[in-house]
């Protein structure tokens, strides 16, 4: 059995190893691939990992042997599902493995937008401190958190952990799901409809998945009814969000901040507005990168495979 990882540099960058799939046949690693690389790849292959190298139905049309796709990250929008059913390809992701690393991230922007610790750390090192006839300065806003609203739209695992490290934190929590579930016994806890929430929150961290009612949800309409001064975290999917009209409404001060670990287009255009945007902090999508995440998605990639090596596939998307 031929097993094809098409781009595995970002899970395992070398700090991690592919040993364990060796004991399900040959396994050949690439480091990246594009889309018209993709068929020649893993022409081969019975067993194909893939995390942002797209498998759409005309290269999978170009793979008679293939099998199995693992997608090594929850979202699996890089693989035209309905393609692999009609021929029979299983195809499973990795639907838990970085819950407490993004929500831990979650705060690591938030923080670093009410407090602006890098800012700080480089005056000091460049020797204002030293200079300064005071004791103690600040060259920004510090926001204190305690007693605010966070609004979390997308309750699912994430947003929960989201939501329990903000009630640690003296936060009042308000969520946003379709499917709702038990509520949480947080003091103050509530259900709110998305227009609610984008009009109480004092923060609001999205956690939804993207879907044709999520896109752009955060736009010009949606912004007009927030909070003047809301914080705006996005650790979820780039397009919940339009690009201009978030970084007009930061230009604007009418919001007063913004986390975001991910953008509409990754890598993104050098032309995005939200990367010269006031106030905007832009990670390069790296939420779910801690070394103890990525060794458990490695685990249950290994763990899927067997699964379907063994006649009872795992995870089954579709």
């Given amino acids: 059995m031929k097993i094809t990882v098409l781009d595995g540099y970002c899970l395992n960058p070398g700090d991690l190893t592919w040993d364990d799939l060796t004991k399900f046949g040959e396994v050949q690693v690439f480091d990246r691939t594009d889309a018209a690389e993709a068929a020649g790849r893993a022409a081969d292959a019975d067993i194909v990992l893939t995390n942002k190298t797209a498998l759409g139905s005309d290269t999978l049309r170009q793979l008679p042997k293939l099998k199995y796709i693992g997608v090594l990250a929850t979202g699996y929008n890089v693989v035209d599902v309905a393609a692999a059913r009609e021929r029979g390809i299983v195809v499973s992701n990795i639907p838990i493995y970085g819950t407490a690393s993004v929500a831990q991230f979650v705060f690591a922007l938030l923080l670093e937008l009410c407090h602006h610790v890098g800012l700080h750390a480089g005056l000091v090192k460049s020797g204002e401190w030293t200079r300064n006839p005071d004791w103690s300065f600040w060259r920004s806003p510090l926001v204190e958190l305690a007693g605010r609203t966070i609004g979390i739209v997308g309750f699912g695992r994430i947003g929960r952990a989201t939501a329990r490290i903000a009630d640690a934190m003296g936060m009042r929590v308000i969520a946003n799901d379709a499917y709702q579930g038990d509520a949480p016994l947080y003091t103050g806890f509530r259900w709110a409809t998305r227009e ?12 939804a998945p993207l879907l044709p009612e999520t896109q752009g949800m955060v736009n010009r309409e949606s912004i007009a009814r927030m909070k003047p001064g809301v914080f705006l975290i996005n650790t979820s999917r780039g397009p919940l969000v339009v690009d201009r009209d978030l970084a007009d409404a930061l230009n604007a001060g009418r919001i007063a901040g913004a986390g975001l670990d991910v953008l509409s287009l990754e890598p993104p255009d050098a032309s995005n507005p939200l990367l010269n945007a006031k ?28 699964a379907f090596v063994a006649g009872k596939p795992q995870n089954v998307i579709g």
């Fill in 196 to 207: 609610e929430l984008f009009a109480d929150a004092d923060v609001i961290s999205l956690h």
């Fill in 279 to 306: 106030n905007c902090l832009v990670t390069p999508h790296m939420a779910w990168a801690t070394r103890e995440a990525r060794t458990r998605l490695m685990q249950m990639a290994v763990e899927n495979v067997a």
